[in-house]
């Protein structure tokens, strides 16, 4: 086992573990604490796959900004307004049941398949060629993906400014 | 490279790494937050006129030093109506951000924790756990003032990225490297080839990157004020209205992780300036290695000139602390979303038109 499998495992066992704690907390803060660790925990396994760009958005956008989102939507909801959030495991022998059979089927196709193994590719620059790639060959979805974007922000914009004008509507 | 060195020094990668890893910690962060709270302490007593601390030690050199030492003593108390899991692991969280983005500083060519090509864009990364370690620190004190600076300040820090990205994607565009060692390594020789000053470029494209580089590092350096929660963008620990804000319930050797913290991350953002606009560890004018002709010289010579310029900076956040007043919640977000985007983004359309050429 070299050092590199020890580090593999390691993230393997934070994420489970940080997984299992979203899913099993009662309090739903904790869920959303650990959240951190999983994304940490992926992030390392795609450093560890050679993916660096890959693993330093993950961070950027799933730590810096959804989980962010998510932690400021459970503590406004939670403490302030005093609303008890209970959370609760429902139907949890058809989960198990469910869960187990997708865990086996991707188990069974991880051993019986015969992998093809490629040698692996130390890229040296990832950003240029990632750059490269989406202002040419991926350059209308990027283009696309862009415009969703645009089109989500104008939305959550115009929320905004509909309850703005209902409250002042109101004071008049 | 030292990590290297360290490696075949000790016979094995790992340890090697893991050795020259806890080098800027010990070496750099410790004595640098103690001084660096020395130099506040001081900053502010000189522009308030008084005298500052002067009791321990010769002009009071050894007064945080003692501070630490107290604190250390502590006792460690967590509150009794507090979160306790989460109470005791935010310092540690808020820690591991700071100091993981030591990993991708240059702090000379034979030294920079790990040469990844993703440099500035790693930093950014690391520093969102800072973020959640606020909340988590907030929320975990089970304290209305806590909780309100911990929205406080993750509001101001998520606002803030924006035009801190921007800011350095546009000087990013120029230079065509988000690795801060190449970064650090174009600027070579003198003060006129640093980013600032328009780079190691010729011609005529030079002097029309000057004003637009300008504008881009003061526009990361006003944001980068707010990234670190200082005045003028102290609203998230506002004395006056919030105790201390997120880290009120915080006592002993916690307290003292998020002030190491803090003043950490008052070096990065500093040191991310240097890197990009002020020729990282590169001498402004020369080494005195090459002219001796002693070229061991030349590598502490690059530390120095770093760790100098980086501090001067961090001084320069001092001074601005003690000389302007906070702003209210309403003007810092209209001077971020009003004033530093629309500016970024006009200084990144301006500073792409100019590399076309």
Not at chain 2, 65 to 77: F, R, Y
């Amino acid at each position: 086992m070299t050092t590199y499998d020890l580090i593999f495992y390691l993230f393997a066992l934070i994420i489970l573990v940080s997984a299992f704690i979203v899913v099993a907390a009662r309090n739903i803060i904790y869920s959303a604490f650990s959240l951190l660790f999983t994304f940490f925990g992926v992030a390392g396994i795609y450093v560890l796959l050679n993916a660096d760009f890959i693993a330093v958005v993950q961070v950027i956008i799933y730590v810096g900004g959804i989980l962010v989102l998510i932690i400021f939507g459970v503590m406004l909801t939670n403490k302030i307004t005093e609303v008890e959030i209970k959370t609760e495991s429902f139907q949890v022998l058809p989960s198990i049941i469910i869960s187990g059979i997708i865990g086996g089927t991707l188990v069974a196709i991880f051993t019986k398949t015969n992998w093809k193994v490629a040698e692996p590719q130390i890229l040296d620059k990832t950003v240029t060629e990632i750059g490269r790639f989406l202002v040419s060959h991926y350059m209308i979805l990027f283009e696309l993906a862009g415009i969703i974007l645009l089109v989500a922000l104008i939305g959550s914009v115009m929320i905004a400014r509909k309850e703005k004008l209902e409250t002042e509507e109101v004071e008049k | 490279m030292i990590p290297d060195y360290l490696a075949e020094f000790f016979g094995n990668k790992f340890i090697g790494y893991l050795i020259a890893a806890a080098l800027p910690l010990f070496l750099w962060i410790l004595p640098y937050a103690l001084y660096a709270v020395y130099a506040e302490r001081k900053v502010s007593a000189f522009m308030q006129d008084r005298i500052g601390p002067n009791r321990v030690g010769p002009k009071g050199l050894f007064q945080t030093i003692a501070d630490i030492l107290k604190l250390i003593q502590k006792e460690d108390i967590v509150p009794a109506s507090a979160d306790k899991p989460l109470f005791v692991m935010a310092p540690y969280v808020i820690f591991a951000g700071t100091f993981a983005a030591f990993a991708a500083l240059p702090f000379s060519s034979i030294y920079i924790g790990s040469n990844i090509n993703l440099g500035v864009f790693y930093i950014m990364a690391v520093s969102s756990f800072s973020v959640v370690g606020i909340l988590m620190a907030g929320w975990a004190g089970n304290n209305k003032y806590s909780l309100y600076g911990a929205m406080r300040s993750v509001a101001q820090i998520v606002s803030y990225e924006v035009p801190a990205l921007l800011a350095i994607v546009s000087a990013v565009m120029v230079i065509g490297s988000l690795n801060l060692n190449e970064i650090s390594e174009m600027q070579t020789a003198y003060f006129w080839n640093w980013w600032i000053f328009g780079g190691p470029v010729v011609g005529i494209k030079k002097f029309l990157l000057i004003i637009p580089m300008t504008i881009a590092f003061i526009i990361f350096f006003i944001a980068s004020l707010a990234e670190v929660n200082r005045t003028p963008f102290d609203i998230p620990e506002a004395e006056s209205e919030l105790v201390a804000g997120f880290h009120t319930e915080y006592t002993g050797m916690k307290f003292a992780m998020f002030f190491l913290a803090e003043y950490g991350n008052m070096f990065v953002v500093s040191a991310i300036s240097v890197s990009i606009f002020f020729g990282g560890w590169q001498s402004p004018f020369g080494y005195l290695g090459n002219s001796l002709g002693i070229s061991w010289l030349i590598p502490v010579e690059q530390v120095f000139w770093f760790l100098f310029k980086g501090s001067l900076l961090v001084l320069v956040q001092m001074w601005l602390r003690w000389t302007l007043p906070r702003l209210r919640v309403d003007q810092l977000m209209t001077v971020c979303w009003k004033y530093l985007t629309p500016y970024a983004f006009i200084n990144l359309v301006l500073i792409g038109i100019i590399t076309l050429f």
